[in-house]
């Protein structure tokens, strides 16, 4: 009945005149958006979250045909990945090792170079150009494959039907045969140290400051941790890394590579202090004051500067989600439970990406949400946990995929290790970049790749190659024997290959 009474959007818009657009329906009464929440819109699948998760699996379910909707409350697609993530600390990074090179290693290559300044208004607006091209990039796919974006805060009412606080204000009502939870994560706050975004900074702040302090403490020496850290240094902060644990890069990271980077990344002036802990912080002076202390006890002492970042990991955010309206629980660290196909204990509400299991990265999350809409729409999808690279855009990057010794140690699986080192390959020494080396790990009976572990320029795109082989069960051998171009960095993968169950031939 309320349907027949009260206008819809079109016809507000209607009412507004033919000129009407966004603006007008921004200016016009609350109670005409109200009416449309009535009107619960029916769909194959609702996406809650329009991060890589989200906007992929609304994008490929697009694609199979089915009617789909994603929710996004940000007001732009692309989440945490797009806006505050991967692309714009990407773009930080690239940038900021630029102008690092330029001060620091052109001389020797034959290039003098006049006064170099850093322009960090425009460094920073370079990386804004790069998010606001990608996202809009994102709308467009979205229009191309019949997804309807919806702008608001999405919350269940019940198990079908989830309301939507728009951004722009009002509220509509969606219904949905399927929803995928796809609501991300946030960052892991520290006790005792309030964010402002300011002083006391999350990677969302690191990505955005105004001018370069003088001193920056971390805490945590994780990726983004350190991914933030050489940006701020090579900008030219004094930047001190506080980690708990013996070694970077966090537990993935293999040990071997894990010294390589802390020397290099030291080199570079980075300062480090392991197996220590944060006791308390405190951001009410001019800085922030940290209290250290030894991580089994002990020796104490305290870290000042101008600015501190928080990198202690992320969490999976469900807030405000409305999951105590259908009776879904989080674990103790926050994650919904799933089961292999996706499913929630409902088993039409299915979660995906950082708010669930497994590592919190963009291609992960880009893989379970095309596996999702196939289980969805076919009842089988596959997303291989085993085969999902990880990589740190520090100079030299470093990248993994499968096992580290570590894990094969305490396995009690037994293998082969190969190594190459990049001050034996040729394009390397062209290129003046030989920090670093490939590593194999393969098992010891069969040959079968268990694992590899690249410290080095352009790791992050060498490692596909050994994630491929992994997906496809390869043997060293395999590798060894199949042609690279000469002269490549790759080449320096096949000789750690060949090292593992023969010997390389340059070195
Ligand atoms: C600084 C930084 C650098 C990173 N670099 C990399 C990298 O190089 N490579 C990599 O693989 N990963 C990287 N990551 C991790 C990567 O960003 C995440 O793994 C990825 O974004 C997860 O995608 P997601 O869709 O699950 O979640 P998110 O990207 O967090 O997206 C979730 C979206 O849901 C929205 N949302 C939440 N609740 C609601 C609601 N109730 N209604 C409507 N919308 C809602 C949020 O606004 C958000 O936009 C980085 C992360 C950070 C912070």
């Known amino acids: 009945m309320q349907k027949a009474m009260l206008p819809t959007t079109r016809s507000v818009l209607r009412s507004l005149g033919s000129r009407a657009g966004p603006a007008n329906l921004r200016r016009a009464p609350q109670w005409?958006?109200?009416?449309?929440?009535?009107?619960?819109?029916?769909?194959?699948?609702?996406?809650?979250?329009?991060?890589?998760?989200?906007?992929?699996?609304?994008i490929k379910a697009g694609q199979e045909g089915l009617k789909v909707a994603c929710i996004e409350k940000r007001g732009m697609l692309g989440g945490t990945c797009l806006n505050v993530g991967c692309i714009p600390s990407k773009s930080l990074l690239n940038n900021s090792h630029l102008y690092h090179q330029i001060l620091h290693d052109t001389k020797k290559r034959g290039i003098d170079v006049g006064e170099v300044k850093l322009n960090l208004k425009q460094m920073m607006k370079a990386k804004d150009e790069s998010v606001a091209g990608l996202t809009k990039g994102v709308e467009f796919l979205f229009k191309k494959n019949g997804v309807d974006y919806v702008k608001g805060h999405g919350a269940f009412v019940n198990e079908h039907e989830i309301r939507v606080n728009l951004v722009d204000g009002g509220e509509t009502q969606l219904k949905g045969k399927n929803i995928v939870i796809s609501t991300g994560s946030e960052t892991t706050p520290f006790p005792g140290l309030e964010i402002d975004e300011k002083k006391v900074i999350t990677s969302t702040g690191a990505i955005a400051l105004e001018q370069v302090p003088k001193k920056m403490s971390v805490i945590g020496g994780g990726i983004i941790g350190l991914e933030m850290a050489s940006v701020w240094s090579r900008l030219g902060a004094e930047v001190t890394v506080v980690e708990f644990l013996g070694q970077i890069g966090g537990p993935g990271m293999d040990a071997d590579i894990a010294k390589q980077a802390q020397k290099i990344l030291t080199k570079q002036g980075l300062k480090f202090k392991l197996n220590t802990k944060v006791t308390s912080g405190d951001a009410s002076g001019d800085g922030v004051k940290l209290e250290l202390e030894a991580a089994k006890g002990g020796k104490q002492e305290t870290l000042d500067a101008d600015v501190c970042l928080v990198a202690i990991g992320r969490r999976p955010y469900t807030d405000g989600l409305g999951l105590e309206n259908i009776g879904i629980e989080v674990d103790e660290r926050k994650r919904l439970v799933i089961d292999q196909e996706y499913r929630t204990k409902v088993p039409h509400i299915r979660c995906i990406g950082d708010c669930t299991f497994g590592p919190m990265l963009a291609h992960k999350a880009e893989e379970e949400a095309v596996a999702v809409v196939e289980y969805i729409k076919h009842g089988h999808g596959h997303v291989n946990y085993g085969a999902i690279p990880s990589v740190m855009y520090t100079n030299p990057e470093v990248a993994w995929v499968g096992q580290n010794e570590k894990e094969l140690k305490d396995a009690g699986v037994k293998y082969n290790v190969g190594s190459f080192p990049f001050t034996a390959n040729s394009r390397a020494k062209t290129n003046l970049e030989t920090d670093g080396m490939v590593k194999f790990l393969s098992d010891k009976e069969t040959d079968r790749i268990l694992g590899v572990h690249i410290i080095g320029a352009n790791a992050g795109e060498m490692i596909a190659e050994g994630t491929l082989a992994l997906e496809y069960g390869a043997s060293s051998e395999d590798v060894a024997r199949t042609c690279h171009a000469h002269p490549t960095l790759a080449e320096a993968f096949k000789e750690a290959a060949m090292s593992t169950y023969s010997k390389a031939i340059h070195y």
């Open 32 to 58: 005409q958006f109200r009416s449309y929440a009535s009107e619960a819109k029916d769909y194959d699948v609702i996406f809650v979250g329009g991060g890589v998760a989200g906007y992929v699996g609304a």
